[in-house]
């Protein structure tokens, strides 16, 4: 059986996603591992040893009773059988111990509530969810707090045209299949981005003859800007999950980074569904 992990610190925005989680596991017949991180405020110098042993432990107990409480709201809202839900505690630094965790389970996918950035830093340095989809091995599933708990219905792919795109469609599509979901892949290019005809026909003629008998769709435009055109396009045809691809990216890139997946997932007003390509 497959297998989604859920990191909670049993907020609201998490108690809200996790509903999602739930909703996502029964459609794929899934197993749920809720993971709960914790951490500790900075430790003096001064401090002793045995200490600060002791705060961890203090602070993993707590972790501990909060995630049993955590768990029973989780079945309640979902109605998955207990059987099907575990949980774990664990110490470390969020964002990095989500995705190990994941990779020792062999998590089919993760799923995470996000508040989007709410300040300076956020955008900055980037949420937690920003950071777990860069490193996960598997798609990363980002329900924002404002994203309505219904079954998708709709998945728009917004495709950059970049490598493979007939695997990466193939991905989403399987991702869709359990929820009898429609896929639209869109590709959006601005009027400045030189030679890109004859490319993009190239590939909408691969992506049609290759899907040709599937529920999906293509569309192709031409706007001034890349996010100012897809979100346009997101509030006209109201899609129920956008899925983003990601890319590996330079220092340089990353420090001056301004991409549509940043934008996205920091100003999230929909379930956001990522992958690597």
């Known amino acids: 059986m497959k297998t989604i992990l859920f990191p909670t610190d049993f907020s609201n925005n998490a108690i809200h996603a996790s509903e999602y989680a739930g909703m996502i596991a029964k459609r794929m017949n899934a197993n749920v591992v809720l993971l709960n991180v914790y951490t500790v405020p900075t430790i003096s110098e001064y401090q002793l040893p045995n200490e600060i042993e002791n705060f ?136 400045f981005e030189p030679n890109v005809g004859h490319k993009i026909e190239a590939t909408e003629n691969q992506l049609h003859d290759e899907f040709e008998k599937d529920e999906i769709s293509l569309k192709t435009l031409n706007r001034a800007g890349i996010i100012e055109g897809l979100e346009t396009y997101i509030h006209t045809n109201k899609p129920d999950v956008l899925v983003l691809a990601i890319h590996e990216k330079s220092l340089f890139e990353r420090i001056f980074d301004t991409s549509v997946t940043k934008h996205f997932v920091q100003e999230a007003n929909l379930p956001i569904l990522t992958f690597k390509k």
């Not at 045209?161 to 989403?172: G, N, P, R, V, W």
């Open 56 to 191: 961890i432990a203090i602070n993993k107990n707590e972790a501990q009773h909060n995630l049993e409480e955590f768990t029973k709201v989780f079945l309640k809202n979902t109605g998955l059988q207990p059987d099907r839900v575990s949980s774990r505690v664990e110490y470390g630094f969020v964002a990095d111990k989500i995705v190990d965790i994941a990779r020792v389970i062999d998590a089919e996918v993760i799923v995470m509530g996000t508040k989007g950035a709410t300040d300076f830093w956020d955008r900055w340095l980037g949420t937690n969810a920003q950071k777990v989809m860069k490193q996960a091995d598997c798609p990363v599933w980002i329900v924002p707090q404002k994203a309505s708990n219904r079954y998708p219905q709709h998945f728009l792919y917004a495709a950059d045209f970049k490598e493979d795109e007939l695997l990466a469609t193939h991905k989403i599509m399987a991702m869709a299949e359990p929820f009898g979901a429609k896929c639209k892949v869109v590709h959006i290019h601005d009027y």
